[in-house]
């Protein structure tokens, strides 16, 4: 079982529908959990980092945890043909301030947002 | 403000070569980090600097890899002798220290790789 895990898509959406993305993670000790954007050739960008049970929202991006059932999803409102790119969902497993960031990495959802 | 810079962008040499990768993190960024994403697989990690110290090199895959980063600013990566299972993205990341009694929080800010093929 991979410690992180997310469908590879692609996943289609027609613009202005939601994207949802999931992610499910091993780890029960994971501490924070994230979302980064990564365009073909670039470097990943991260749009959405949360901590805590709950929904998180931050423009048209929601990011929703539950530790119980260990998923993270990500929600794209209103969806532009900008979106388009790989999520990567990223999970800190260790926790305190001398875990610094190693990060697991799923292996990326790819998204398309058509007109 | 400028971001985390890497070169080459590319490099493509033969088995039994040595590579080196640089990595300028962003200015005042004590925390510097490695990533690799082989073809088909998940983006993974290989090392993390606080400023001009190992903290953690448990992603290492083995003593071909040398990380270096001489007075806390930039970092280099030297791969030697290459394989051909070396080839991939090698990502740098860079974040602010945490404070004390703080979580560090995880946000990295990552350039966009240098690529190396090896034949």
């Known amino acids: 079982q991979k410690e992180v895990e997310q469908n590879s898509g692609p996943l289609s959406v027609p613009e202005g529908a939601i994207a949802s993305l999931n992610c499910t993670y091993s780890?029960?000790?994971?501490?924070?959990f994230f979302w980064y954007r990564q365009y073909s050739g670039k470097s990943p960008e991260l749009i959405m980092s949360i901590y805590s049970n709950g929904d998180k929202e931050d423009g048209r991006f929601t990011a929703q945890l539950n530790k119980a059932s260990q998923y993270v999803s990500l929600l794209i409102r209103d969806s532009q043909p900008s979106d388009s790119a790989t999520y990567l969902c990223?999970?800190?497993?260790?926790?305190?301030?001398?875990?610094?960031?190693?990060?697991?990495f799923g292996g990326g959802t790819r998204v398309l947002v058509k007109p | 403000e400028a971001g985390v810079t890497q070169f080459p962008s590319h490099s493509v040499i033969e088995k039994g070569q040595t590579v080196t990768l640089r990595c300028d993190p962003i200015?005042?960024?004590?925390?510097l980090y490695w990533y690799r994403r082989v073809m088909g697989k998940e983006i993974k990690f290989l090392l993390h600097f606080v400023k001009e110290s190992k903290q953690d090199e448990s992603g290492m895959p083995n003593n071909r890899f040398l990380a270096e980063r001489t007075g806390g600013t930039y970092s280099t990566l030297k791969v030697q002798p290459a394989e051909l299972e070396d080839s991939g993205v090698y990502f740098c990341?860079?974040?602010?220290?945490?404070?004390?009694?703080?979580?560090?929080?995880?946000?990295?800010?990552f350039g966009e790789g240098s690529r190396l093929t090896v034949l």
């Open positions: 780890d029960r000790g994971s501490q924070s």
């Open positions: 990341a860079s974040s602010q220290a945490g404070t004390s009694g703080k979580f560090h929080t995880g946000e990295l800010f």
């Open positions: 200015s005042g960024h004590d925390n």
């Open positions: 990223a999970v800190n497993i260790k926790g305190g301030k001398a875990a610094g960031n190693k990060l697991t």
